[in-house]
């Protein structure tokens, strides 16, 4: 069975400073889809970057983008000038591909707070 | 990006009765709907997946009597938790997964509802 793990229960940044949130999955699978998701305070849950495993290149999303290192099955998420309104919980997520069920497996999520 | 909506936001409800959740793909139709509960400062647990027109599969140790789950259309799921108990209590979120020919949305991706806090008194 698949696993996600997020190792950093909580995590801090300064405004417009970089943070890196670290993310690992086990699968036997060769394809699959990985999704980095944030819920802000108001518990919307917001799809932030998508990423295809079958795609070396690594997924970009304006100030967000991920290092995806396929053998290492690792999957961590970059932000770049962090702002106030990037403070919320964040989750990794794993999808097989080619299911037409599409069922997502969660980290525990990662709280980033950031600071003015 | 697609947009899910969720209603009602937030209910009390007084314990024994009945409450609905309604969850609507506003511009893509949804191929699944998934169910989840949410307790404070926890991930996302999967209750049950739902297909237009099938009996929805619930996860291990939630009983479907108690949430009752029916998929009208390609657009709307609906959740209704039956003789409710303060255990019941919890924030639900559904969501909407499109998979196939690109439109809107991100073919093979979930998209979420804004979420509903039930309150059972």
């Known amino acids: 069975a698949q696993t996600v793990t997020q190792s950093q229960p909580e995590m801090s940044v300064q405004e417009a400073e970089t943070v890196t949130l670290s993310c690992t999955y086990d699968t036997s699978e060769s394809n699959y889809y990985l999704f980095w998701y944030k819920q802000p305070p108001s518990r919307q849950m917001i799809l932030v970057i998508r990423?295809?495993?079958?795609?070396?290149q690594n997924a970009t999303e304006n100030r967000f983008s991920v290092n995806f290192q396929k053998a290492a099955k690792s999957f961590s998420l970059k932000i770049s000038d962090s702002q106030l309104g990037d403070t919320a919980m964040y989750f990794c997520a794993f999808m097989n591909y080619g299911g037409s069920q599409g069922n997502l497996i969660f980290g525990k999520g990662t709280k980033l707070s950031v600071k003015p | 990006g697609a947009v899910v909506s969720q209603h009602p936001s937030w209910v009390i409800c007084k314990s024994g009765t009945s409450v609905k959740i309604e969850c609507r793909s506003l511009?893509?139709?949804?191929?699944?709907m998934f169910w989840y509960r949410q307790f404070p400062k926890q991930s996302l647990m999967l209750m049950a997946t739902s297909n237009e027109g099938s009996k929805a599969t619930y996860e291990q140790g939630v009983e479907k009597d108690k949430f009752l789950i029916n998929h009208a259309s390609l657009t709307l799921s609906t959740l209704t938790v039956t003789s409710a108990h303060p255990e019941d209590s919890s924030f639900y979120i559904c969501?909407?997964?499109?998979?196939?020919?690109?439109?809107?949305?991100?073919?093979?991706?979930?998209?979420f509802g804004p979420g509903t806090r039930l309150t059972v008194l």
């Open positions: 990423q295809e495993a079958y795609k070396q």
């Open positions: 511009d893509f139709q949804a191929t699944t």
């Open positions: 969501s909407a997964y499109f998979f196939g020919l690109a439109g809107s949305a991100s073919t093979d991706t979930q998209y």
